[in-house]
């Protein structure tokens, strides 16, 4: 297997290869030829090859080849891709089920039209245009994020609302309940008297 610093060390060398499709002869890095089996020189050429030999129809193409199985937690027949089910070790959830295992309350339900602009605008202008976790002020060109504490899109209350820098709300994405406690002691801690909601 090549080195990942491949690139660095052999900037310059190339290798011609010939296109799948057409047969047209392209130039390659030679750090590059470690990666597919076929080359083309555009994705029409590869459009072409597939629909010419069929590499990825049926079978061959997982994401399509769906089976039915029992949900894991109800037992309700649900179609998947073998692919999705092997993956995940034949544990697949159906929509209702699923909410229920990842612990988040409105994980699949669209925000509602009380979490507008404004009311995401008064929440950074609360927290002062600062990661509440990290302490990181934003700049001017670097809006926040504002995150839901206890993960339920459809409570805009100001308490459960709070702002987060990008790489701080990715963080909360792992460990639910452990952030839940975390930013709600947060919350307590800065405004012991709960906030009014505000007009809608």
């Not at 193409?61 to 993956?87: D, E, M, Q």
């Not at 600062?130 to 993960?151: A, E, M, W």
């Amino acid at each position: 297997m090549l080195p990942s610093h491949w690139s660095r060390l052999q900037p310059k060398q190339r290798t011609v290869v010939s296109c799948a499709a057409c047969g047209a002869e392209l130039s390659y890095q030679a750090y590059r030829l470690k990666d597919p089996k076929q080359f083309f020189c555009n994705l029409t050429c590869m459009g072409n090859y597939v629909k010419r030999t069929g590499s990825r129809k049926g079978e061959k193409n997982g994401h399509y080849n769906t089976i039915t199985v029992p949900c894991a937690g109800c037992g309700t027949p649900i179609s998947k891709a073998k692919s999705l089910i092997f993956r995940r070790h034949n544990h697949v959830y159906c929509p209702d089920c699923l909410p229920k295992v990842t612990g988040r309350k409105g994980f699949y339900v669209g925000y509602p039209k009380a979490f507008s602009p404004t009311l995401r605008r008064e929440i950074r202008k609360r927290d002062a245009h600062t990661c509440q976790v990290c302490g990181v002020v934003s700049p001017p060109t670097r809006t926040l994020h504002v995150h839901h504490i206890d993960y339920d899109k459809q409570n805009c209350n100001p308490m459960n609302l709070v702002s987060l820098c990008p790489n701080c709300h990715s963080k909360t994405q792992f460990g639910l309940p452990s952030w839940t406690f975390r930013l709600q002691a947060l919350m307590s801690g800065r405004f012991p008297q709960p906030l009014a909601q505000p007009a809608r």
